[in-house]
C-alpha cells in the first residue's frame, strides 16, 4: 500500500508528490526510489533497478487484474484461481481495461520471467495474504 502513497490525495501528481511525503516520515533514499519506480513510464522517470523494485512494476497492475477476476469467481477469492482462468481474463481486453497489458508484460520482462511464472507466483502471493488483508479491512469497516 504504501506504494500509492499519494494516489488518493493527489491523482494526478502519483509518483510525484510520494518524494515530499515519505521525506515527511524520514524514509531512506531508497525506499523513495521504490515507491517511485513502481509507475515508471506511466507517471514516473524513475526506472526500477532493484529486483523488488521490478517485482512492485511488474505486480501493481497486475494485482488489479488478478483481484478483478477474483471478484467475478463464485467463490469471490483467489485461492481456487488458476492460471489458466487468469490467462483467458488477461487476453479479454475489454475485461479490466483499466489494468495495462502492456505493463504487466513489460514487467514480466523486466524480472526476467514468463507471463506463466509471473501470473503464478502473483496468484499465490495473493492467496496467501487473502485472509488478513479481508481481516484488515473488516476492522476499518468497524
Do not use: Q
Amino acid at each position: 500500500m504504501l506504494h500509492d502513497v499519494d494516489f488518493e490525495c493527489y491523482p494526478e501528481e502519483h509518483c510525484k508528490k510520494a518524494p515530499e511525503l515519505l521525506k515527511e516520515i524520514d524514509a531512506s533514499e531508497e525506499l523513495i526510489h521504490a515507491v517511485c519506480s513502481h509507475g515508471y513510464g506511466i507517471c514516473s522517470e524513475v526506472e526500477p533497478k532493484h529486483e523488488m523494485e521490478k517485482i512492485l512494476f511488474a505486480t501493481d497492475e497486475l494485482t488489479g487484474l488478478i483481484w478483478a477476476a477474483a471478484k467475478m469467481r463464485p467463490s469471490k477469492s483467489t485461492k481456487d484461481m488458476e492460471v489458466s482462468s487468469l490467462k483467458k481474463k488477461f487476453k479479454d481486453k475489454k475485461f479490466a481495461a483499466g489494468c495495462s497489458r502492456e505493463i504487466i508484460i513489460k514487467g514480466a520482462e523486466m524480472i526476467g520471467w514468463d507471463l506463466n511464472t509471473l501470473f503464478e507466483n502473483t496468484i499465490l502471493a495473493m492467496r496467501e495474504i487473502e485472509d488478513k488483508v479481508s481481516e484488515e479491512l473488516e476492522k476499518i469497516k468497524e
